[in-house]
Structure formats: C-alpha cells, structure tokens
C-alpha cells in the first residue's frame, strides 16, 4: 500500500520559515518524481515545486522562487519543502504528490499518480 505522509506544517509570522517533509512508503521512491502543490480556499491546487526522479532536476513556481527549496533523500524515502520569507499569501493546504519516472516539468496535478493527506501551513501578517 502506497502513502505519502506530510508533517511540519503550522501556524507561522511572515517573514519566518517552515520545513515540510513528505515521508513515502510502498513505492521505489527513488523511481519517482516528487511535486508539492497547495491549495488555499476557493482556489485551485497549484504547483509549488517539483523535483525529477533521476537527476534531481527541480521547478518552482514563479511566486516562490528564490523563498522555497525542494529536496529529496532516497536513502530515507523521504521528500522536503524549506519555505523562507513566508508571506501571508503562502497560507494553504499543501500537498505532496509523486508520480513515476515523472520530470521536473510535471506541474500539473492530473500527472501525479499519489497524493499525501496535505498540512496546512498558516502565515500570519
């Protein structure tokens, strides 16, 4: 049985940082692409980040470039988001997906073959 489990998310000031780590099991992780999406009320699910499967190639979206940084550990199953200089505008539910053999360029939430059960992440102003 496949699961992604997200942990770290909370209750931050702007300007302060959160480290979110999506542990995976069931899968050959290291086969898998890994993205981390959000989606704050009333609005769609977007892509933050993702990292390629092979060479760890990564993408951000343009609103967190420079803030956020993604990562993986192979050796541990396990996938990171270190998220700086958050802004109230940050605050969402977020999610990690994986999907097999999948590139940095998979952004799109249709492309992902599991999804964790997502962390809220709060930034106050």
């Known amino acids: 049985q496949v699961q992604l489990v997200e942990s770290g998310g909370g209750l931050v000031q702007a300007g302060g940082s959160l480290r979110l780590s999506c542990a995976a099991s069931?899968?050959?992780?290291?086969?898998?692409?890994v993205g981390w999406f959000r989606q704050a009320p009333g609005k769609d699910r977007e892509s933050v980040a993702v990292?390629?499967?092979?060479?760890?190639?990564?993408s951000y979206a343009d609103s967190v470039k420079g803030r956020f940084t993604i990562s993986r550990d192979n050796a541990k199953n396990m996938g990171y988001l270190q998220m700086n200089s958050l802004k109230p505008e940050d605050t969402a539910v977020y999610y990690c997906?994986?999907?097999?053999?999948?590139?940095?360029?998979?952004?799109?939430?249709?492309?992902?073959?599991?999804w964790g059960q997502g962390t809220q992440v709060t930034v106050s102003s």
């Open positions: 069931g899968l050959p992780f290291s086969t898998y692409a």
């Open positions: 990292i390629s499967w092979s060479r760890g190639s990564t």
């Open positions: 997906a994986a999907v097999r053999f999948g590139s940095y360029q998979n952004t799109r939430p249709s492309a992902y073959d599991y």
